[in-house]
T-cell receptor, first 115, second 117 residues
Framework: AQTVTQSQPEMSVQEAETVTLSCTYD???????LFWYKQPPSRQMILVIR??????QNATENRFSVNFQKAAKSFSLKISDSQLGDAAMYFC????????????FGKGTRLHILP | GAVVSQHPSWVICKSGTSVKIECRSL??????MFWYRQFPKQSLMLMAT?????????EQGVEKDKFLINHASLTLSTLTVTSAHPEDSSFYIC?????????????FGQGTRLTVV
C-alpha cells in the first residue's frame, strides 16, 4: 500500500522569506503523480503543484517549486517570497497513474506566515 | 479549471435522521468521483470511490449501509448519511475526475460541514 508522510505538523516563516515543506512517500509503483494541495481556512482544496514521476525535471509554478528525489522517495515544496495569503494547511499527495485511481494524502503541514 | 459544486455547504441534522450531500461537476463529465471525510485538524480520508452506473467501492472500515453513495449520472454523485449520529459530524469533501487528454485531473468541491445534534 502506498503511504505519504509529512513530518512537520506546523511551520512558520517570515513574510518574504523562503520555506520548505517536507514530504516522503512509499510505493512500489513506477508510474505515479505527486501533488501539493493547499487548504486555506475556507477548506477548499487548491492544487498548488503537480509532478509526474517519469519527469526528472522539478515542477515549478511561479513562487512554488518542488525538489523531487525519486530514488529517495522525497518530494519537498519550496515557497519563495512567502506572502500572507500562503498561510494554509498544505497536503502532500500521491496517485498512481491509473486513470481512476484515488489520491492518498499526507497528514498535512500547517504553515503560518509571520508579518 | 473545471468546477465541482457541493451542496449543501453546511447542514445540521438531528440524531437518527438522514442527510444527503450532492456533488456536481458543472462543466465536465465525471465517470469517477471520490468522497473524503476530514476531521478537524486532520487529513482527508478516502471513504469511497463512486463510478457512474455502478456500485461504489468503499474503503476498509467504512460502513456502506451507513454512507450510501449513488452516482446516477455523469455529473452527479450523492452521499447519504443514514441514521446520523454525533460521531458522524465531520467535513465531507467530494472530488470529481475530469479527463484531460490521455490522463485525468481531480477537482474538489468546497466541502460540506455536517453537524449532528
Amino acid at each position: 500500500a502506498q503511504t505519504v508522510t509529512q513530518s512537520q505538523p506546523e511551520m512558520s516563516v517570515q513574510e518574504a522569506e523562503t520555506v520548505t515543506l517536507s514530504c516522503t512517500y512509499d510505493t512500489s509503483e513506477s508510474d505515479y503523480y505527486l501533488f501539493w494541495y493547499k487548504q486555506p481556512p475556507s477548506r477548499q482544496m487548491i492544487l498548488v503543484i503537480r509532478q509526474e514521476a517519469y519527469k526528472q525535471q522539478n515542477a515549478t509554478e511561479n513562487r512554488f517549486s518542488v525538489n523531487f528525489q525519486k530514488a529517495a522517495k522525497s518530494f519537498s515544496l519550496k515557497i519563495s517570497d512567502s506572502q500572507l495569503g500562503d498561510a494554509a494547511m498544505y497536503f502532500c499527495a500521491y496517485r498512481n497513474r491509473r486513470r481512476d485511481d484515488k489520491i492518498i494524502f499526507g497528514k498535512g503541514t500547517r504553515l503560518h506566515i509571520l508579518p | 479549471g473545471a468546477v465541482v459544486s457541493q451542496h449543501p455547504s453546511w447542514v445540521i441534522c438531528k440524531s437518527g435522521t438522514s442527510v444527503k450531500i450532492e456533488c456536481r461537476s458543472l462543466d465536465f463529465q465525471a465517470t469517477t468521483m471520490f468522497w473524503y471525510r476530514q476531521f478537524p485538524k486532520q487529513s482527508l480520508m478516502l471513504m469511497a470511490t463512486s463510478n457512474e452506473g455502478s456500485k461504489a467501492t468503499y474503503e476498509q472500515g467504512v460502513e456502506k449501509d451507513k454512507f450510501l453513495i449513488n452516482h446516477a449520472s455523469l455529473t452527479l454523485s450523492t452521499l447519504t448519511v443514514t441514521s446520523a449520529h454525533p460521531e458522524d459530524s465531520s467535513f465531507y469533501i467530494c472530488s470529481a475526475r475530469a479527463v484531460r487528454g490521455t490522463d485525468t485531473e481531480a477537482f474538489f468541491g468546497q466541502g460540506t460541514r455536517l453537524t449532528v445534534v
